[in-house]
């Protein structure tokens, strides 16, 4: 089956569209990838959408219209990759959509808001959608996050040693293989924050660590953003932009008179290099395997590096799974898994009381095909 999923993550810089033709060959899941196309927001879109995130007030009219526009700005990627990666011959959309909320309070996960109306990528591609993945996992008791903990199992399962996928995208979070998957805090959340605000929104992040290269670490900012009680937590736990983001780290600085800039990113890339490691501490890693955007991050890398000394670093396209696409990917598993009628989660990734199949199905043109079946769940991911 050819599938397509489509990501945007909590940078909110693109729309991620990975083709994928994935086969089950009895207790494996073949993946083939097909390409990968991205498309930026329209900038008028990305700047009502942050204008939109917390700690905002927004309302219901902006939230219909923003549900709206990502469903339109969505239908068009996946267009474009079921005509330039498929050759117009895809199968299914699988649609994470974008992530504007997740309701945590008092160590659980209570809900959370995607928003991109798959009716509208049914619509402009004629194909089934499934959409809506996290909340589902959130009914069974679960953080509905990281959903891509399974894919990473799968993936990972053989390989020596103790490996950990890492996502380094918005938020960054890790799966372990034995099923320990959580939000490790920060990934470039607060560091594309602080760009944009200390900048006065001229660039959106530090491309290729420029501005951290020139900085200096600022110790006790770093211990101040290390006091955050979100980092004590266990796992099963998920965070996101309703704690990380600028009027956070404003609160932050307060007392420490003026520090420059670069000194502040220097000290933010500190924090996520800091935080990533201590979380792969505590799972006693012998391999990570990273993707998301912070791997184009070369002051990120080596700081992480240098904290994990001993440790093999990394990136999933050493291991033939394109970083930039990853999460794409793994969005397609999940939807292929979904119209086979097989679970999506893993309930030691998640907190949840069972595993669960995933999302909402949006039919396409014809309906909804007859929806295949499978025997039994696959056991590991193979790339092809």
Same mark, same amino acid.
């Given at each position: ?31 083939? $990838? ?20 917390? $700690? ?16 339109? =700005? /969505? ?5 474009? =990759? ?11 959309? =699988? ?6 909320? !997740? ?8 809900? #959370? ?14 194909? +089934? ?23 990473? @199992? ?5 390989? +020596?040693?103790? +490996? ?15 099923? #320990? ?17 200390? *900048?006065?929104?001229? @660039?959106? !992040? ?11 670490? !600022?110790?006790? %900012?770093?211990?101040?953003?290390? =006091? ?16 990380? !983001? /600028? *009027?956070?780290?404003?609160?932050? %600085?307060?007392? /420490?008179?003026?520090? #420059? ?6 000290? &933010? ?28 991050? $070369? ?19 050493? %291991? ?10 793994? /969005? ?9 009628? &097989? ?12 595993? *669960?199949?995933?999302? *909402? ?8 095909? +007859? ?14």
């Amino acid at each position: 089956m050819r599938v397509i999923g489509l990501m945007s993550g909590t940078s909110y810089d693109a729309i991620d569209a990975a083709a994928a033709e994935l086969t089950l060959d009895e207790d494996s899941l073949v993946l083939r $990838p097909l390409g990968l196309v991205s498309e930026s927001y329209d900038p008028e879109l990305r700047g009502a959408l942050a204008a939109a995130l917390p $700690p905002a007030t927004t309302g219901l009219a902006e939230v219909c219209r923003l549900d709206t526009l990502i469903g339109q =700005a /969505f239908a068009a990627a996946a267009v474009r =990759a079921d005509r330039e990666l498929c050759d117009g011959g895809a199968e299914l959309i =699988a649609s994470h959509g974008q992530t504007v909320y !997740h309701w945590v309070a008092d160590g659980r996960v209570h809900g #959370t808001l995607q928003l991109g109306q798959p009716a509208w990528i049914a619509e402009a591609t004629g194909l +089934p959608v499934v959409a809506d993945f996290r909340p589902r996992d959130i009914a069974a008791g679960g953080q509905g996050a990281p959903l891509v903990s399974l894919f990473d @199992l799968l993936w990972l399962r053989g390989r +020596p040693g103790t +490996p950990v996928a890492l996502n380094l995208g918005g938020i960054a979070n890790l799966t372990a293989p034995d099923g #320990t998957a959580f939000d490790t805090g920060p990934g470039c959340a607060l560091l594309d924050a602080a760009v944009r605000g200390l *900048s006065g929104g001229r @660039l959106d !992040h530090d491309v290729d660590g420029a501005l951290a290269a020139r900085g200096t670490v !600022h110790g006790p %900012l770093l211990r101040r953003l290390l =006091a955050e009680p979100y980092y004590a937590l266990p796992a099963p736990k998920t965070t996101g932009k309703e704690l990380f !983001h /600028f *009027s956070y780290l404003r609160d932050a %600085l307060t007392g /420490f008179g003026t520090l #420059t800039a670069e000194d502040v990113i220097a000290t &933010l890339t500190a924090l996520t290099a800091r935080t990533v490691a201590d979380a792969v501490r505590t799972v006693r890693a012998t391999e990570v395997i990273a993707s998301g955007g912070g791997t184009r991050n $070369p002051v990120l890398m080596a700081m992480l590096g240098a904290e994990l000394p001993g440790v093999a670093l990394r990136s999933s396209d050493a %291991l033939g799974l394109p970083s930039a696409a990853k999460e794409a990917y793994a /969005f397609a598993v999940l939807g292929f898994l979904t119209v086979h009628g &097989l679970a999506g989660t893993d309930p030691a990734s998640t907190g949840a009381r069972h595993p *669960s199949v995933l999302g *909402s199905v949006t039919p396409g043109r014809d309906g909804l095909p +007859p929806l295949p079946r499978a025997d039994r769940a696959p056991l590991r991911l193979v790339l092809k």
